[in-house]
Each structure stands twice: as C-alpha cells, then as structure tokens.
C-alpha cells in the first residue's frame, strides 16, 4: 500500500497517462453512486471495472485538502493519492480528452478564462492533444493571469471578450455566476470546455452559445443536477462522453460544447495509473513495510 503526496502525485501522473486514464474512466464498465455531503467533506464513491475506490475532499472554502483510496477487486486497500492534485489533473486530462474528440484537429489557438488551481493543468491538457501555438489568459484577477502567462508561454489580457476572439478553444476554470464573455464574440468554429460551474447557480458560458453548440457533458445524472450552465440555459446535453467514446462522435455543428462537473470514477482511473506508475518508479511512501 502506497501514499502519494501532491509532489509525488503529480510525478507520477503525466498528462498524457492522465488522459490516457479517462478512457478508461468513461467505460461502460463503472459504477458513480451519488455522491454525498457528510460534515464539512464531501463523499465521492465509485467503481471502474474491477477496481473501486472513493475521494472524499473538504468543502471549506480556502480548505484545499482531500484523499482518494483505491481498493483492489478483493477489497484490499492499493493506495491513497492527494486528492487536491489528483483532482486537478484529472479534470484537465477530460478536457484534454474531449478537446481531441471535439475540437477540429488544426486548432492553433486557446484562451483560458480563470488563472486558479485548475488552470495550469486545462492548459496542459489541450496542449496535450492540439499543437497551439497562441494561448491567451484572462482572470478578474489580472496579476494572476500574468503570472499564468508567465509560467505558460501565454499572453494575458484584461478583458474576457478579447481573450475568447477568434479562439478555435476557449476553456474555462472559475467560479462565476454570470457569462464570463459575450456570445457574439466568439467564433461559430470554436470548442470550448467548461469545468467551473459546478452547482445550479453556477454559470460561466452565455445561454445563447450553450444553447447553439453540440453539447457534450461527463455523465448526464450528474450534470442533470449540476450543471449550472445547462440549467440556466435549459438546455439539455445531445450525448455523454460515455457514449461519445462507445458509438463514435457523430455529425454536428461547427461550434462544440464540453461541459463536466466531475465524476468518481475520474479519480478512481487516474489515481490507479499514478499508483502503478508510482510503485514502479518508487515514488510516493511505502506503508505496508
């Protein structure tokens, strides 16, 4: 049994394997019961194939601090992963996964709206699968997305509009309850990931722009409950990635929508792959010795 801090987390889990992971978290062969709300910690718990596990992260704000535990197919405990780092990763990693699936394959260019915890790894995700060679940042807090800017090769600007035109990707990580841009100015070619309305009254991209796009979400049940951006625009999501990835991705239109709220069984295909990755590597603490 081992335990991975954030720094060994993150060694162990590279963005490609992370992503490489979400393939296997979006199977057929999984089981997301609901999750639940106990105290000050929220229960995440989950199946992927023969393998399960639960996260259960603090829901205190300025609290960031959590752990997944990952159970063999007997019942035996394989390992626990920092769930804060893990939860980054892997919600880059299926952005990342939808924007190779959704977004046209010569997209060059990427704005990231929200310079947060999430931000970096959205970044890493897309730049994963598409070969960008111009991201610009935007955040309310401008000195935080020159700081991004900074660390990623981008371009940070003061106003969401500008950093979403003419964009083929626009991904979002914040926790606004208005649009963060306007509908007209965005391109009807562009994808965009949404990660960081994840409650009702939650809602980062314009009702006219969800409600025109192909919408793609995680998992229907809970993005049905969720999704703050589907709720206010009443609009109900054309395909999971689920079955995006069992049938095919079939004809749309030209500007896509990805929206995902977060699943267990994320974390439970992710934190496998840095536990393994980990074991192999020696990383991380040995508590069985």
């Known amino acids: 049994m081992r335990f991975l801090d954030a720094g060994a987390t993150r060694a162990s889990l590279s963005m490609n394997d992370a992503i490489g992971a979400m393939r296997t978290a979006f199977a057929r062969n999984r089981e997301i019961p609901q999750r639940q709300l106990l105290g000050s910690s929220m229960f995440m718990p989950g199946r992927v194939g023969s393998t399960s596990g639960i996260k259960v992260v603090s829901t205190v704000p300025g609290n960031p601090v959590g752990i997944v535990v990952i159970f063999d197919d007997g019942g035996s405990p394989i390992g626990l992963v920092d769930g804060p780092t893990l939860t980054a990763i892997r919600t880059g990693a299926v952005a990342g996964l939808a924007t190779d699936l959704l977004a046209d394959p010569a997209a060059t260019s990427m704005a990231m709206l929200g310079a947060g915890a999430?931000?970096?790894?959205?970044?890493?995700?897309?730049?994963?699968?598409?070969?960008?060679?111009?991201?610009?940042?935007?955040?309310?807090?401008?000195?935080?997305?020159?700081?991004?800017?900074?660390?990623?090769?981008?371009?940070?600007?003061?106003?969401?509009?500008?950093?979403v035109r003419g964009r083929?990707?626009?991904?979002?990580?914040?926790?606004?309850?208005?649009?963060?841009?306007?509908?007209?100015?965005?391109?009807?070619?562009?994808?965009?990931?949404?990660?960081?309305?994840?409650?009702?009254?939650?809602?980062?991209?314009?009702?006219?722009?969800?409600?025109?796009?192909?919408?793609?979400?995680?998992?229907?049940?809970a993005a049905s409950h969720e999704a703050g951006d589907l709720i206010s625009a009443g609009r109900a999501p054309d395909l999971d990635l689920t079955t995006l990835l069992a049938d095919g991705v079939p004809d749309h239109g030209p500007l896509t929508?990805?929206?995902?709220?977060?699943?267990?069984?994320?974390?439970i295909a992710a934190a496998s792959v840095a536990l393994t990755t980990a074991e192999r590597l020696g990383l991380g603490v040995d508590l069985s010795s």
Do not use: C
């Open 118 to 163: 999430m931000a970096a790894d959205q970044i890493a995700a897309v730049l994963a699968v598409r070969p960008i060679d111009r991201l610009v940042i935007w955040s309310r807090s401008y000195e935080r997305a020159a700081e991004l800017a900074e660390a990623t090769g981008g371009l940070a600007v003061r106003d969401a509009d500008e950093a």
């Open 168 to 221: 083929d990707i626009v991904s979002t990580a914040t926790p606004s309850t208005t649009p963060l841009f306007s509908a007209s100015s965005l391109s009807d070619r562009t994808h965009i990931n949404a990660v960081g309305a994840y409650t009702p009254s939650m809602v980062e991209i314009p009702p006219e722009t969800v409600t025109a796009a192909f919408v793609v979400v995680d998992d229907e049940g």
């Open 257 to 267: 929508f990805f929206k995902s709220v977060g699943i267990a069984s994320q974390d």
